[in-house]
């Protein structure tokens, strides 16, 4: 069993910040990949930002604005968020692409959602 939990979500002014975290639990042997994917009301899951083997990447929309990083030891990945706008309102799911036993296949499993509201 593997369990992504995510936290910091929340309300903010436009032009605020949040900082969101995932920590990784459970049957885990290697993690390739770790990401933040975001679903707005009556639109599609996109992507946010990626991070893998210290690569990253992030969608145009959140590009100088957002920061994706990861700490290996404690299977946590962070988005710092900055400069936030009312469009960046959505619930933001983590995602770890990972090995979970040495013999097992790559997956990928995902956090439960946190809500983040841009609004003044």
Known sequence: QV???ESGGGLVQPGGSL???CAASGRIFSIHTM???RQAPG???ESVALI???NTNYADSVKGRFTISRD???NTVYLQMNSLKPEDTAVYYCSAYLQPTY???L??????GTQVTVSS
């Open 35 to 37: 990401g933040w994917y």
């Open 43 to 45: 639109k599609e899951r």
């Open 19 to 21: 900082r969101l975290s």
């Open 52 to 54: 893998s083997s210290g």
């Open 103 to 105: 013999s097992g296949y």
């Open 3 to 5: 369990q992504l939990v």
């Open 72 to 74: 290996n030891a404690k």
């Open 107 to 112: 997956n990928n499993y995902w956090g439960q």
